[in-house]
């Protein structure tokens, strides 16, 4: 059992270019998200998806996009990078089911815009 | 909405001194919280989790917290810490209704334990 398997691991951009960090889970678990970190800031909510079909913004969405096409895969895709977006990206999955709240995270995405 | 505040950013003690890390956090409905664990270069783990019942909750490694409903804390505490203890803690929150499995999570403290 992978659990949560995040690629790239490190990644750098220039300024304009664009690119998807992958995120792929084994657990069937119905619920994605991605989450950004900064340092002073803890862990804020990029997208999630609840399944199939269903994503959400979350607290931050500007400058990315996602989509869920199987429940397996939840990659996250940056249109146009800018410095800001330089960050470690993190996706955790879970169960819907309130008795067994838990989330599964991923071993992160470092990314540099420059 | 949800927010979470962590009172501490570093929290230094020597090991095998106790340890309390704080967290606030302010809701306008009943909420689900959280304790999660980052050791360096990973991602973050379940440490513990209050849902309902006793408001003392027992974690993993040692850690228990305690869920206090009229000052809206969820302090994390350990006896005795160990040098492996050294992380970054998160405390996180969620709403019991609604949909999704939204975390809102605090700014973090990092606990660095010294021998």
């Known amino acids: 059992n992978a659990g949560v398997t995040q690629t790239p691991k490190f990644q750098v951009l220039k300024t304009g270019q664009s690119m998807t960090l992958q995120c792929a889970q084994d657990?069937?678990?119905?619920?994605m998200s991605w989450y950004r970190q900064d340092p002073g800031m803890g862990l804020r909510l990029i997208h999630y998806s609840v399944g199939a079909g269903i994503t959400d913004q979350g607290e931050v969405p500007n400058g990315y996009n996602v989509s869920r096409s199987t429940t397996e895969d939840f990659p996250l895709r940056l249109l146009s990078a800018a410095p800001s977006q330089t960050s470690v990206y993190f996706c955790a999955t879970g169960m819907r089911v309130a008795t067994n709240e838990k989330l599964f995270f991923g071993s992160g995405t470092q990314l540099s815009v420059l | 909405a949800q927010s979470v505040t962590q009172l501490d950013s570093q929290v230094p003690v020597f090991e095998e001194a106790p340890v309390e890390l704080r967290c606030n956090y302010s809701?306008?409905?009943?909420?689900?919280l959280f304790w999660y664990v980052q050791y360096p270069n990973q991602g973050l783990q379940l440490l513990l989790k209050y849902l309902s019942g006793s408001t003392l909750v027992k974690g993993i490694n040692g850690f228990e917290a305690e869920f206090n409903k009229s000052q809206t804390s969820f302090h994390l505490r350990k006896p005795s810490v160990h040098i492996s203890d050294t992380a970054e803690y998160f405390c996180a929150v969620r709403a019991r209704s609604g949909y999704g499995n939204k975390l809102v999570f605090g700014a973090g403290t990092i606990l660095r334990v010294k021998s």
């Open positions: 809701s306008s409905v009943s909420v689900y």
């Open positions: 657990m069937n678990h119905e619920y």
